[in-house]
């Protein structure tokens, strides 16, 4: 089955950076769009950014010009590199293989990102 595991998360200050990681296993990697989320507490899980398997990105309009999304098909990874980041970033992210917005398979533990203001 499915099984996706994130790292990189943290604590950091206001205008720091961070790079998140994503190993997915159980599907052809090279074959999948691959998204990023985010739930902050007491909010819903928000779409972040999006890369297709031919390496066409999207963002959400809160993180454009501040995140990269990327892919290494050979590593099975998809990363999310952040950067100035402000305290509304504060949340546990995700990855998820992805339709156009929407999550399509199982969750991951996530892992949590901390801003200090």
């Known amino acids: 089955q499915v099984q996706l595991v994130e790292s990189g998360g943290g604590l950091v200050q206001t205008g720091g950076s961070l790079r998140l990681s994503c190993v997915a296993s159980g599907l052809t990697f090279s074959a999948n769009n691959m998204g990023w989320f985010r739930q902050a507490s007491g909010k819903e899980r928000e779409f972040v950014a999006r890369?297709?398997?031919?390496?066409?990105?999207m963002y959400a309009d809160s993180v454009k010009g501040r995140f990269t999304i990327s892919r290494d098909n050979p590593k099975n990874t998809v990363y999310l590199q952040m950067n100035n980041l402000e305290p509304e970033d504060t949340a546990v992210y995700y990855c998820?293989?992805?339709?156009?917005?929407?999550?399509?398979?199982?969750w991951g533990q996530g892992t949590q990102v901390t801003v200090s203001s």
């Open positions: 890369i297709s398997w031919s390496g066409t990105t």
């Open positions: 998820n293989t992805i339709g156009l917005r929407a999550a399509l398979g199982p």
